[in-house]
């Protein structure tokens, strides 16, 4: 299901066991973030018109990139990725570096730099609209931390923190419950935790 915001559609593509992966469209372009599974993509690219500008991608996991390359090749699409990062991605089309954007439909998407989760891991603002985080941040908690140094990922989180509180999340897998086991676990007296975990 399609929601708009600030002037994007999003749509969440659940693929394989717990991944979430994103369309994201504004202006007539589109981005498809986080492939997975090819055939996934490509028929929510299909129910959602057949455009595909896009393909983005946060880190080098398999469970992240693994349809990339087939779903660009179906569309015609180009991929942008950390060029820090690019000899453990597909090829690039765009190659970037912290701070640089690439144009979805008029509007800057901009990548940011979230290590923690890997070295090489970044996020991508659509506007204020939306964050493509990956797995740096899931509802009520956050990815593991493989490559990068606590120092790194809280400062990864405090980024995505300082973003507009309006700014949605778009997590890179369903985490949630097993997040707030673990969270009402270590925290048991925390009233706002405990009103959370059972709204899930």
Request: aromatic share 4%; glycine share 12%; no cysteine.
């Given at each position: 299901m399609a929601i708009s915001h600030r002037g994007f559609t999003i749509t969440r593509v659940p693929m394989l066991a717990d991944n979430y992966a994103w369309l994201v469209a504004h202006g007539g372009a589109s981005a498809f973030v986080d492939p997975a599974d090819a055939a996934a993509a490509i028929e929510a690219v299909e129910a959602a018109g057949g455009r595909l500008d896009w393909v983005l991608l946060t880190h080098h996991h398999?469970?992240?990139?693994?349809?990339?390359?087939?779903?660009?090749?179906?569309?015609?699409?180009?991929?942008?990725?950390?060029?820090?990062?690019?000899?453990r991605l597909p090829k690039l089309d765009a190659a970037l570096a912290p701070g640089q954007t690439i144009d979805l439909g008029g509007e800057a998407v901009r990548m940011i730099a979230t290590p923690g989760h890997t070295v090489g891991h970044v996020t991508y603002l659509f506007g204020d609209a939306a964050a493509a985080c990956g797995d740096t941040l899931f509802s009520l908690g956050c990815g593991r931390m493989f490559e990068g140094t606590p120092a790194q990922f809280h400062a990864s989180l405090q980024a995505l923190a300082a973003l507009d509180p309006e700014t949605l999340m778009l997590c890179g897998h369903e985490y949630t419950l097993s997040n707030a086991r673990f969270a009402r676990h270590v925290d048991p007296d925390n009233a706002a935790l405990a009103a959370r975990a059972a709204e899930v």
């Open positions: 398999d469970d992240h990139i693994a349809g990339a390359v087939d779903l660009a090749a179906r569309f015609g699409a180009r991929i942008a990725g950390n060029a820090a990062d690019a000899a």
